[in-house]
């Protein structure tokens, strides 16, 4: 069943978001993220932490006169993201056919 | 909602997502720092084709005027090419991006004026001194060109627009207001916009590229 393919750690609402704009463009600052997804510091930052912490994302720190943080897609979250998709198409194509 | 109409409704968000989030820069730092240079070149080398102990030794004719922009123009588009090749090289993207067809389907009908006149100018139209009528033609609609990509370019890229278009439609104006200007009008309005413009937009696109991140993290 496509269902069960599905990865539950991205397919959550706000982490697909956040793999969606990071698919779009090589890398992002935590203040872009936060704009574009209109989301709380607390909760953006707990969904970063998940995905970093599986090695789907990956953050770089800088000092340029004041702290900057920004978040690209590893080769892993990449592959993963790809694949989510993949089987979501999946899904609607059976149910188109169906 | 079920898992299938979740599904949809996850294609469709991540669909508008990236759609939003893909800014296509048409012309780049670099490939504006390249037209500029060259405009600049091309500018005061015509200047000074006018002086006797130029290297040049005589006054650039019409055509050859014309002939030196479109070899400006055609080394500037070899220079994006490559640009945007080793761009797509070290990002392992396409050479011809989804953002590359959108921004030349965008672009291309507002070459077709330019390129007719252009021919024409190169039959005929050199015999009348019309070089500042093509001039006008040429900034203006590469300021229509570039603001035909306003709804996914950056703000730069469209206030580079701007400036060409609002160059372009006040030359007629002040040429007809100020009597007695002097004969090289279109070869300085060639160097202040294709010249000097492209430097500035390149100067401000390459601090911006340099500084990504603006916003302080609160993390």
Redesign the interface.
């Known amino acids: 069943m496509d269902f069960d393919k599905l990865d539950k750690i991205i397919h959550e609402k706000w982490r697909l978001a956040i793999m969606a704009l990071l698919a779009s463009r090589r890398s992002w600052s935590f203040q872009e993220l936060k704009a574009e997804l209109k989301m709380s510091d607390g909760n953006l930052i707990t969904h970063m932490r998940t995905l970093h912490r599986l090695g789907l994302i990956s953050v770089t720190k800088e000092m340029r006169g004041r702290p900057q943080t920004s978040y690209a897609l590893t080769a892993k979250g990449r592959t993963s993201f790809r694949d989510h998709v993949a089987v979501l198409e999946q899904i609607v194509k059976q149910w188109k056919k169906n | 909602m079920d898992?299938?109409s979740r599904?949809?409704e996850?294609?469709r968000?991540?669909r508008t997502?990236?759609e939003?989030?893909?800014i296509y820069r048409a012309i780049s730092a670099p490939t504006a720092l390249v037209g500029g240079v060259l405009s600049i070149l091309s500018a005061v080398l015509i200047y000074l084709s006018g002086y006797p102990e130029s290297s040049v030794g005589r006054v650039i004719r019409p055509r050859e005027f014309a002939f030196i922009w479109i070899d400006v123009l055609v080394l500037t588009v070899i220079a994006n090419a490559f640009f945007v090749w080793r761009e797509a090289k070290s990002?392992g993207r396409p050479f011809i991006s989804s953002g590359m067809r959108l921004a030349l389907r965008a672009i291309a009908p507002n070459l077709i004026v330019p390129a007719l006149f252009t021919i024409w100018f190169l039959k005929l139209g050199f015999l009348g001194a019309v070089e500042l009528e093509l001039v006008v033609i040429w900034v203006v609609f590469y300021g229509l060109a570039l603001l035909s990509t306003a709804l996914f370019a950056p703000r730069s890229l469209a206030i580079l627009g701007w400036a060409f278009l609002l160059t372009g439609v006040s030359v007629p104006v002040v040429a007809n207001a100020v009597e007695g200007l002097p004969d090289d009008v279109p070869n300085v309005v060639m160097g202040l916009t294709f010249g000097l413009y492209h430097l500035i937009y390149a100067a401000c696109a390459w601090s911006r590229k340099r500084?990504?991140?603006?916003?302080?993290?609160?993390?």
């Open positions: 898992d299938r599904a949809k996850d294609l968000v991540i997502l990236m939003r989030a893909t990002s500084d990504p991140g603006e916003q302080p993290v609160d993390e």
